[in-house]
């Protein structure tokens, strides 16, 4: 019974390939869960998507936030997508690009998002995600941290968080971190 799935396989690619076509690549059902993702996108007026490898790649993507409220206020942001073959069953794995003094994001760019993690389900997507991006700037969290340092100013002195921000996002240092201008 198998064998008579792989010779109709095997005999439909032959067919394709006669007709002087490439064979057509099938998409995963990550793939194709992506596809529909993204096509039902409703990002916020601040954020865009863009694919650096081009449309064919849909599996790799970033998204840039530019925030409009908050203690990062006027900063642009990017982060990475990288969606396993196995989405939407596994997270996507998501990193900043753009170096942030931020308690939820580390400096090497990895992000603590519970949804990334623990809470991460197959019903949530990439809007979900986008989103939840969108409030660690609106609201960053001192409990959850990655960033230990930042996260106890913002805790212990809420006032000096606000000022290594804005130093960070001009473009200069914070304690020995130096950190590139993103306004």
């Not at 690619?13 to 059902?29: C, L």
């Not at 596809?35 to 650096?52: G, Q, V």
């Not at 006032?159 to 001009?170: D, G, T």
Request: aromatic share 10%; net charge neutral.
């Amino acid at each position: 019974m198998i064998r008579l799935f792989k010779v109709k396989e095997k005999q439909r690619e032959e067919a394709e390939n006669a007709n002087g076509k490439p064979p057509v690549k099938k998409q995963s059902a990550g793939e194709l869960r992506l596809h529909k993702d993204i096509s039902e996108l409703n990002l916020p007026k601040t954020c865009s998507i863009s694919f650096p490898n081009g449309k064919d790649d849909l599996m790799n993507f970033e998204v840039t936030i530019r925030l409009d409220e908050g203690y990062y206020m006027g900063g642009t942001f990017t982060f990475s997508f990288s969606i396993s073959p196995m989405y939407p069953h596994e997270a996507p794995k998501v990193k900043c690009k753009t170096k942030v003094y931020h308690p939820n994001i580390d400096l090497e760019g990895n992000v603590c998002l519970n949804i990334l993690r623990e809470d991460w389900k197959p019903v949530l997507n990439i809007n979900t995600i986008i989103y939840g991006l969108y409030h660690l700037f609106t609201e960053p969290n001192h409990e959850d941290p990655l960033n230990h340092e930042a996260a106890a100013v913002l805790r212990d002195n809420p006032k000096l968080f606000e000022s290594n921000v804005r130093r960070a996002m001009h473009g200069g240092y914070v304690g020995q971190t130096y950190f590139t201008r993103c306004m």
